[in-house]
Protein backbone atom coordinates (compact mmCIF):
# COMPACT_ATOMS: atom_id res chain seq x y z
CA UNK A 1 0.00 0.00 0.00
CA UNK A 2 1.19 3.26 -1.10
CA UNK A 3 0.87 6.11 1.49
CA UNK A 4 -0.11 10.19 0.30
CA UNK A 5 2.49 12.31 1.18
CA UNK A 6 0.15 15.22 1.63
CA UNK A 7 -1.21 13.27 4.51
CA UNK A 8 2.09 12.61 6.07
CA UNK A 9 2.66 16.78 5.94
CA UNK A 10 -0.68 17.35 7.10
CA UNK A 11 -0.05 14.49 9.72
CA UNK A 12 3.19 16.87 10.68
CA UNK A 13 1.21 20.39 10.44
CA UNK A 14 -0.97 18.46 13.09
CA UNK A 15 2.21 17.61 15.41
CA UNK A 16 3.56 21.10 15.27
CA UNK A 17 0.02 22.49 16.52
CA UNK A 18 -0.06 20.11 19.29
CA UNK A 19 3.69 20.92 20.05
CA UNK A 20 2.96 24.53 19.89
CA UNK A 21 -0.35 24.11 22.26
CA UNK A 22 1.76 22.30 24.84
CA UNK A 23 4.03 24.97 24.57
CA UNK A 24 1.34 27.44 25.47
CA UNK A 25 0.53 25.09 28.25
CA UNK A 26 3.93 25.01 29.27
CA UNK A 27 3.93 29.00 29.17
CA UNK A 28 0.63 29.07 31.63
CA UNK A 29 2.77 26.60 33.94
CA UNK A 30 5.27 29.34 34.38
CA UNK A 31 3.21 32.29 34.70
CA UNK A 32 1.47 30.21 37.36
CA UNK A 33 4.46 29.12 38.99
CA UNK A 34 5.67 33.13 39.08
CA UNK A 35 2.47 33.66 40.82
CA UNK A 36 2.85 31.43 43.37
CA UNK A 37 6.47 32.74 44.09
CA UNK A 38 4.85 36.43 43.89
CA UNK A 39 2.26 34.98 46.28
CA UNK A 40 4.70 33.74 48.77
CA UNK A 41 6.63 37.01 48.67
CA UNK A 42 3.41 38.84 48.87
CA UNK A 43 2.61 36.78 52.51
CA UNK A 44 5.98 36.84 53.93
CA UNK A 45 5.74 40.62 53.16
CA UNK A 46 2.80 40.98 55.46
CA UNK A 47 4.46 38.80 58.20
CA UNK A 48 7.06 41.18 58.32
CA UNK A 49 4.25 44.14 58.56
CA UNK A 50 3.02 42.24 61.46
CA UNK A 51 6.27 41.58 63.03
CA UNK A 52 6.79 45.49 62.44
CA UNK A 53 3.29 45.89 64.78
CA UNK A 54 4.15 43.50 67.17
CA UNK A 55 7.31 45.52 67.98
CA UNK A 56 5.39 49.45 68.14
CA UNK A 57 6.07 51.18 71.07
CA UNK A 58 2.76 51.18 73.80
CA UNK A 59 3.86 54.20 75.76
CA UNK A 60 3.25 56.79 72.96
CA UNK A 61 -0.66 55.48 71.90
CA UNK A 62 -1.44 58.20 69.39
CA UNK A 63 1.80 57.44 67.48
CA UNK A 64 1.38 53.74 67.69
CA UNK A 65 -2.42 53.86 66.73
CA UNK A 66 -1.39 56.19 63.81
CA UNK A 67 1.45 53.29 62.48
CA UNK A 68 -1.10 50.73 63.51
CA UNK A 69 -3.52 52.02 61.26
CA UNK A 70 -1.38 52.95 58.43
CA UNK A 71 -0.17 49.28 58.72
CA UNK A 72 -2.71 47.74 58.52
CA UNK A 73 -4.22 49.81 55.40
CA UNK A 74 -0.76 48.04 53.90
CA UNK A 75 -1.73 44.70 54.33
CA UNK A 76 -5.52 45.26 53.00
CA UNK A 77 -3.48 46.40 49.84
CA UNK A 78 -1.16 43.45 50.04
CA UNK A 79 -4.30 41.12 50.39
CA UNK A 80 -5.84 43.28 47.28
CA UNK A 81 -2.77 42.34 45.05
CA UNK A 82 -3.20 38.94 45.73
CA UNK A 83 -6.57 38.84 44.72
CA UNK A 84 -5.29 40.58 41.25
CA UNK A 85 -2.17 37.91 41.04
CA UNK A 86 -5.00 34.89 41.22
CA UNK A 87 -6.80 36.39 38.12
CA UNK A 88 -3.54 35.09 35.67
CA UNK A 89 -3.49 31.83 37.76
CA UNK A 90 -5.29 29.64 34.76
CA UNK A 91 -4.31 26.48 35.54
CA UNK A 92 -5.35 27.10 39.51
CA UNK A 93 -8.69 27.89 38.07
CA UNK A 94 -9.28 25.81 34.95
CA UNK A 95 -7.18 22.50 36.10
CA UNK A 96 -6.27 22.54 39.63
CA UNK A 97 -9.90 24.53 40.52
CA UNK A 98 -8.20 25.72 43.89
CA UNK A 99 -9.69 29.37 43.19
CA UNK A 100 -12.79 29.00 45.20
CA UNK A 101 -10.95 28.16 48.62
CA UNK A 102 -7.98 30.51 47.70
CA UNK A 103 -10.34 33.72 47.72
CA UNK A 104 -11.86 31.97 51.15
CA UNK A 105 -8.29 32.14 52.75
CA UNK A 106 -8.13 35.78 51.56
CA UNK A 107 -11.62 36.84 53.15
CA UNK A 108 -10.52 35.27 56.03
CA UNK A 109 -7.28 36.71 56.57
CA UNK A 110 -8.86 40.13 56.27
CA UNK A 111 -11.41 39.21 58.59
CA UNK A 112 -8.17 38.60 60.71
CA UNK A 113 -6.68 42.05 60.01
CA UNK A 114 -9.98 44.07 60.85
CA UNK A 115 -10.34 42.01 64.68
CA UNK A 116 -6.43 42.49 64.82
CA UNK A 117 -7.24 47.01 63.88
CA UNK A 118 -9.65 46.41 66.54
CA UNK A 119 -8.03 44.85 69.30
CA UNK A 120 -5.50 47.05 68.65
CA UNK A 121 -7.44 50.45 68.95
CA UNK A 122 -8.62 48.73 72.01
CA UNK A 123 -5.56 48.57 73.73
CA UNK A 124 -4.08 51.47 72.26
CA UNK A 125 -6.98 53.84 72.96
CA UNK A 126 -6.94 51.89 76.04
CA UNK A 127 -11.09 52.26 75.98
CA UNK A 128 -10.72 49.13 78.22
CA UNK A 129 -8.62 49.58 81.43
CA UNK A 130 -8.47 45.82 81.68
CA UNK A 131 -4.71 46.48 80.11
CA UNK A 132 -3.93 43.31 80.68
CA UNK A 133 -6.69 41.49 78.92
CA UNK A 134 -6.91 44.12 76.25
CA UNK A 135 -2.99 43.41 75.23
CA UNK A 136 -3.94 39.45 75.56
CA UNK A 137 -6.79 40.18 73.12
CA UNK A 138 -4.35 41.43 71.02
CA UNK A 139 -1.61 38.83 71.20
CA UNK A 140 -3.89 36.21 70.13
CA UNK A 141 -5.13 38.42 67.11
CA UNK A 142 -1.89 38.69 66.05
CA UNK A 143 -0.98 34.57 66.98
CA UNK A 144 -4.10 33.74 64.48
CA UNK A 145 -3.53 36.30 61.68
CA UNK A 146 0.19 34.87 61.43
CA UNK A 147 -1.29 31.38 61.57
CA UNK A 148 -3.70 31.55 59.10
CA UNK A 149 -0.79 33.49 56.79
CA UNK A 150 0.84 30.31 57.64
CA UNK A 151 -1.88 28.21 56.60
CA UNK A 152 -2.09 30.00 53.15
CA UNK A 153 1.24 29.82 52.52
CA UNK A 154 1.01 25.94 52.89
CA UNK A 155 -1.97 25.96 50.68
CA UNK A 156 0.18 26.99 48.35
CA UNK A 157 2.82 25.14 49.14
CA UNK A 158 0.38 21.92 48.12
CA UNK A 159 -0.96 23.67 45.42
CA UNK A 160 2.34 23.50 44.22
CA UNK A 161 3.22 20.00 45.16
CA UNK A 162 -0.27 18.85 43.00
CA UNK A 163 0.62 20.84 40.12
CA UNK A 164 4.05 19.66 39.96
CA UNK A 165 2.80 15.74 39.94
CA UNK A 166 -0.09 16.45 37.18
CA UNK A 167 2.27 18.66 34.87
CA UNK A 168 5.48 15.97 35.50
CA UNK A 169 2.99 13.20 34.46
CA UNK A 170 1.91 15.40 31.39
CA UNK A 171 5.42 16.20 30.10
CA UNK A 172 6.77 13.03 30.52
CA UNK A 173 3.62 11.73 28.02
CA UNK A 174 4.68 14.64 25.75
CA UNK A 175 8.59 13.68 25.86
CA UNK A 176 7.40 9.72 25.44
CA UNK A 177 4.65 11.22 22.06
CA UNK A 178 7.03 13.97 20.88
CA UNK A 179 10.31 11.22 20.49
CA UNK A 180 7.87 8.55 18.55
CA UNK A 181 6.19 10.87 16.25
CA UNK A 182 10.05 12.57 15.50
CA UNK A 183 11.15 9.22 15.24
CA UNK A 184 7.96 8.08 12.97
CA UNK A 185 8.07 11.34 10.87
CA UNK A 186 11.80 10.80 10.05
CA UNK A 187 11.36 7.82 8.85
CA UNK A 188 8.59 8.98 6.61
CA UNK A 189 10.69 11.94 5.36
CA UNK A 190 13.79 9.70 4.73
CA UNK A 191 11.61 6.88 2.69
CA UNK A 192 10.18 9.99 0.56
CA UNK A 193 13.95 11.14 -0.15
CA UNK A 194 14.75 8.09 -1.11
CA UNK A 195 11.41 8.08 -3.24
CA UNK A 196 12.99 11.02 -5.05
CA UNK A 197 16.38 10.00 -5.23
CA UNK A 198 15.42 6.78 -6.98
CA UNK A 199 14.23 8.88 -9.38
CA UNK A 200 17.75 10.02 -10.48
CA UNK A 201 19.17 6.33 -9.92
CA UNK A 202 22.31 5.73 -11.72
CA UNK A 203 22.67 2.15 -10.42
CA UNK A 204 20.51 -0.71 -11.07
CA UNK A 205 20.17 -1.38 -7.02
CA UNK A 206 18.63 2.04 -6.82
CA UNK A 207 16.48 1.57 -9.66
CA UNK A 208 15.24 -1.31 -7.63
CA UNK A 209 13.75 0.80 -5.13
CA UNK A 210 10.42 0.17 -4.09
CA UNK A 211 8.58 3.21 -3.81
CA UNK A 212 6.62 4.62 -0.51
CA UNK A 213 4.80 7.31 -1.64
CA UNK A 214 1.84 7.24 -3.94
CA UNK A 215 2.90 10.86 -5.67
CA UNK A 216 6.04 9.58 -6.33
CA UNK A 217 4.79 6.49 -7.47
CA UNK A 218 2.77 7.97 -10.23
CA UNK A 219 5.70 10.05 -11.52
CA UNK A 220 8.09 7.16 -11.88
CA UNK A 221 4.59 5.92 -13.41
CA UNK A 222 4.37 8.68 -16.18
CA UNK A 223 8.05 8.81 -16.72
CA UNK A 224 7.41 5.08 -17.74
CA UNK A 225 4.47 5.92 -20.06
CA UNK A 226 5.91 9.40 -21.10
CA UNK A 227 4.42 10.31 -24.74
CA UNK A 228 7.09 11.29 -27.56
CA UNK A 229 5.77 13.78 -30.11
CA UNK A 230 6.16 11.12 -32.69
CA UNK A 231 5.98 7.14 -33.11
CA UNK A 232 8.73 7.68 -35.97
CA UNK A 233 11.85 5.36 -33.93
CA UNK A 234 14.35 6.61 -36.43
CA UNK A 235 13.72 10.28 -35.10
CA UNK A 236 14.67 9.00 -31.30
CA UNK A 237 18.25 8.23 -29.57
CA UNK A 238 17.38 4.55 -28.47
CA UNK A 239 19.71 4.86 -25.84
CA UNK A 240 17.40 7.51 -24.06
CA UNK A 241 14.57 8.27 -25.85
CA UNK A 242 15.18 11.96 -26.73
CA UNK A 243 15.26 13.06 -29.70
CA UNK A 244 18.30 12.53 -32.56
CA UNK A 245 19.44 15.33 -34.64
CA UNK A 246 16.96 14.35 -37.28
CA UNK A 247 13.98 14.27 -34.28
CA UNK A 248 15.27 17.61 -33.65
CA UNK A 249 14.82 19.19 -36.79
CA UNK A 250 11.46 17.84 -37.09
CA UNK A 251 10.01 18.78 -33.62
CA UNK A 252 11.37 22.91 -34.37
CA UNK A 253 9.09 22.66 -37.41
CA UNK A 254 6.24 21.10 -35.52
CA UNK A 255 6.58 23.84 -32.46
CA UNK A 256 7.08 26.93 -35.07
CA UNK A 257 3.81 27.84 -34.34
CA UNK A 258 3.72 27.45 -30.52
CA UNK A 259 6.45 30.04 -30.25
CA UNK A 260 4.44 32.84 -29.69
CA UNK A 261 6.80 35.49 -29.98
CA UNK A 262 9.32 34.25 -27.27
CA UNK A 263 12.98 34.02 -28.17
CA UNK A 264 14.32 30.57 -29.43
CA UNK A 265 17.69 29.76 -27.88
CA UNK A 266 19.64 26.89 -29.27
CA UNK A 267 22.16 25.37 -26.51
CA UNK A 268 24.62 22.17 -27.04
CA UNK A 269 25.51 20.87 -23.91
CA UNK A 270 28.56 18.12 -23.77
CA UNK A 271 30.38 16.37 -21.09
CA UNK A 272 33.94 17.39 -20.04
CA UNK A 273 36.52 14.96 -20.74
CA UNK A 274 34.82 12.09 -22.34
CA UNK A 275 37.45 10.24 -22.64
CA UNK A 276 38.53 9.96 -19.32
CA UNK A 277 34.50 10.08 -18.58
CA UNK A 278 34.91 6.63 -20.53
CA UNK A 279 38.22 5.31 -18.63
CA UNK A 280 36.81 5.75 -15.28
CA UNK A 281 32.87 3.44 -15.37
CA UNK A 282 32.18 0.65 -16.54
CA UNK A 283 29.69 0.25 -20.28
CA UNK A 284 26.74 -0.24 -17.92
CA UNK A 285 27.45 2.70 -15.54
CA UNK A 286 28.23 5.14 -18.10
CA UNK A 287 24.55 4.20 -19.75
CA UNK A 288 22.74 4.66 -16.23
CA UNK A 289 24.54 7.92 -16.13
CA UNK A 290 23.73 9.14 -19.88
CA UNK A 291 20.71 8.25 -18.95
CA UNK A 292 20.49 10.71 -15.57
CA UNK A 293 21.82 12.90 -16.99
CA UNK A 294 19.11 12.94 -19.94
CA UNK A 295 16.65 13.23 -17.03
CA UNK A 296 18.22 15.72 -15.01
CA UNK A 297 17.86 17.98 -18.32
CA UNK A 298 14.78 16.96 -18.79
CA UNK A 299 13.42 17.84 -15.49
CA UNK A 300 13.82 21.59 -17.21
CA UNK A 301 11.32 21.16 -20.06
CA UNK A 302 8.25 23.17 -20.48
CA UNK A 303 5.90 21.80 -23.05
CA UNK A 304 7.30 24.26 -25.70
CA UNK A 305 11.03 22.74 -25.16
CA UNK A 306 12.76 20.05 -27.34
CA UNK A 307 15.19 18.07 -25.96
CA UNK A 308 17.50 15.42 -28.07
CA UNK A 309 21.26 13.95 -27.80
CA UNK A 310 22.71 14.03 -31.13
CA UNK A 311 26.31 12.61 -30.05
CA UNK A 312 27.66 10.24 -27.13
CA UNK A 313 28.49 12.88 -25.08
CA UNK A 314 26.15 15.81 -26.40
CA UNK A 315 22.98 16.63 -25.65
CA UNK A 316 20.75 19.39 -27.47
CA UNK A 317 18.27 21.95 -25.51
CA UNK A 318 16.10 24.28 -27.09
CA UNK A 319 14.01 26.91 -25.25
CA UNK A 320 11.10 29.26 -25.71
CA UNK A 321 11.75 31.88 -22.98
CA UNK A 322 10.78 35.44 -22.22
CA UNK A 323 14.21 36.87 -22.98
CA UNK A 324 17.56 35.69 -23.57
CA UNK A 325 18.39 36.48 -19.68
CA UNK A 326 15.80 33.55 -19.17
CA UNK A 327 17.20 30.84 -20.93
CA UNK A 328 20.64 31.61 -20.14
CA UNK A 329 20.20 31.11 -16.61
CA UNK A 330 17.93 28.25 -17.23
CA UNK A 331 20.64 26.70 -18.98
CA UNK A 332 23.08 27.37 -16.19
CA UNK A 333 20.89 25.51 -13.75
CA UNK A 334 20.81 22.42 -15.80
CA UNK A 335 24.50 22.43 -15.72
CA UNK A 336 24.84 23.23 -12.51
CA UNK A 337 21.90 20.50 -11.32
CA UNK A 338 24.57 17.55 -13.23
CA UNK A 339 27.15 19.23 -11.96
CA UNK A 340 25.66 18.49 -8.48
CA UNK A 341 25.14 14.62 -9.20
CA UNK A 342 27.52 11.89 -7.54
CA UNK A 343 28.41 9.42 -9.24
CA UNK A 344 31.11 6.17 -8.29
CA UNK A 345 33.68 5.46 -10.38
CA UNK A 346 35.32 1.99 -10.97
CA UNK A 347 37.69 2.42 -7.96
CA UNK A 348 34.53 3.07 -6.09
CA UNK A 349 35.30 6.59 -5.23
CA UNK A 350 32.60 9.28 -5.82
CA UNK A 351 33.03 11.67 -8.45
CA UNK A 352 31.30 14.57 -10.52
CA UNK A 353 30.41 15.00 -14.37
CA UNK A 354 30.92 18.60 -15.37
CA UNK A 355 29.03 19.79 -18.66
CA UNK A 356 30.08 22.93 -20.97
CA UNK A 357 27.80 24.48 -23.16
CA UNK A 358 27.31 26.72 -26.60
CA UNK A 359 24.45 28.94 -26.03
CA UNK A 360 22.86 31.14 -29.47
CA UNK A 361 19.35 32.58 -29.88
CA UNK A 362 18.41 30.98 -33.17
CA UNK A 363 17.10 33.43 -36.21
CA UNK A 364 14.71 32.41 -38.64
CA UNK A 365 16.58 33.39 -41.88
CA UNK A 366 19.70 30.67 -40.53
CA UNK A 367 18.77 27.53 -40.90
CA UNK A 368 18.71 25.18 -37.73
CA UNK A 369 21.99 23.18 -38.96
CA UNK A 370 23.77 26.27 -39.30
CA UNK A 371 22.70 27.42 -35.60
CA UNK A 372 23.76 23.92 -34.84
CA UNK A 373 26.65 24.61 -36.46
CA UNK A 374 27.48 27.73 -34.96
CA UNK A 375 26.34 26.63 -31.59
CA UNK A 376 28.78 24.24 -31.71
CA UNK A 377 31.62 26.49 -32.23
CA UNK A 378 30.66 28.90 -28.96
CA UNK A 379 30.96 25.12 -27.40
CA UNK A 380 33.94 24.44 -28.48
CA UNK A 381 34.98 28.05 -27.21
CA UNK A 382 33.27 27.01 -23.24
CA UNK A 383 35.91 23.64 -23.63
CA UNK A 384 39.11 25.87 -24.80
CA UNK A 385 38.05 27.97 -21.83
CA UNK A 386 38.56 25.53 -19.12
CA UNK A 387 34.63 24.04 -19.35
CA UNK A 388 32.41 23.57 -16.87
CA UNK A 389 30.65 26.93 -18.28
CA UNK A 390 28.17 27.93 -20.98
CA UNK A 391 29.22 30.51 -23.25
CA UNK A 392 27.71 33.02 -25.80
CA UNK A 393 28.43 33.86 -28.92
CA UNK A 394 29.35 37.59 -27.62
CA UNK A 395 32.80 35.72 -26.13
CA UNK A 396 33.25 34.90 -29.93
CA UNK A 397 33.23 38.21 -30.38
CA UNK A 398 35.84 39.01 -28.19
CA UNK A 399 38.60 36.79 -28.77
Not at 27 to 45: K, R
Not at 135 to 160: C, G, M, P, R, W
Not at 315 to 328: G, H, M, P, T
Not at 363 to 385: G, M, R, Y
Amino acid sequence: MKHSIKIIFKNITTLWLFIIFMLVIGGFNILSEHISFNQIENLNNQKNIIATLQQLNGDDTAFAQIQFNGKSTELLNEIDKLRTLSKYDFIGEYIIGHKIKYHSDLDSVIELIHALHDKALNYYTKKNENIKLTSQELHVAFTNINNKIDTLKFAIFSYEEIKFHIFEKIYAIIFILTLLTTLWFSIRLKTIYQDIFSLFAISTEKIEHEIFSQEIDAIALKMKKRATPSNTKSLLDQETGLYNLQGLTTACVEKKHLQHGEILSITILEIDNFTKFHQMFTTEVRQNMIKNISFAISLHQQSTDIIGRIQDNQFVVILYRDSKEKALKEVDAIRQNISALEFLNNDGKTTHITLSGGFVIANESIPFEKTIDLANQVLHQAIIDGGNKITQVSNLARL
